[in-house]
């Protein structure tokens, strides 16, 4: 199914019914401010599980996944006064950030160490998404097994439109992934270079 929302002002009652399907265990693929990512309710495990079988991904690399704001990140990660101070700085915005995952946060999304990615995209479509909801999403690229990035939508719908439950159609995207920054510890780590300027931690 592939669903049209408006990317300047989205449709509430298409946001609903996307938030039905991720409430009902459903998989979605949908925009981001950098490229567009597949996604499911972060706690839903049956769901993140088909999302390793689509993306044919080893469970030792676990999905990053989207909070609506700076308050929400707060309650599932560990942020120290210098990761808050870097991210009201930077956030929404197309990066990543490693954080030490609170209690709150799946075993299944955490590293060894106990580390989660988090974003917060500059997108208004994820964000409403993640707010009706009431809780983060899933956000890994949607790509082809050959690594290729998907970044059309009825591309997304024909390469996996048979394994997800809708597609959100939001408009292009940018179709260069998020920048992915360490927060963890005193000294922050540049580990992907991408769409956001990086120059603050060099």
Request: aromatic residues 6%; proline residues 6%.
């Amino acid at each position: 199914m592939l669903i049209e929302i408006n990317p300047k002002n989205p449709q509430m009652r298409h946001i609903r019914k996307v938030v039905d399907i991720l409430k009902n265990g459903g998989i979605i693929a949908y925009p981001t401010d950098t490229v567009y990512g597949i996604g499911c309710d972060l706690f839903n495990k049956k769901a993140i599980q088909r999302i390793y079988q689509i993306k044919q991904a080893s469970k030792s690399q676990p999905f990053s996944f989207i909070c609506s704001d700076l308050k929400d990140i707060s309650r599932y990660a560990k942020v120290s006064n210098y990761a808050y101070k870097t991210m009201r700085r930077l956030l929404p915005g197309p990066y990543t950030f490693i954080l030490e995952g609170s209690r709150l946060v799946p075993e299944i999304m955490l590293t060894r160490r106990k580390t989660a990615g988090i974003r917060v995209p500059d997108h208004v479509i994820c964000l409403a998404l993640v707010r009706e909801l009431g809780n983060p999403i899933i956000s890994t690229s949607a790509k082809r097994p050959d690594d290729t990035i998907l970044d059309d939508p009825f591309l997304i719908h024909d390469a996996l439109g048979s394994r997800i439950d809708v597609v959100v159609d939001g408009g292009a995207v940018s179709g260069e992934p998020s920048s992915v920054i360490s927060l963890i510890g005193d000294a922050p780590e540049i580990l992907r270079k991408g769409l956001g300027d990086t120059s603050l931690f060099e």
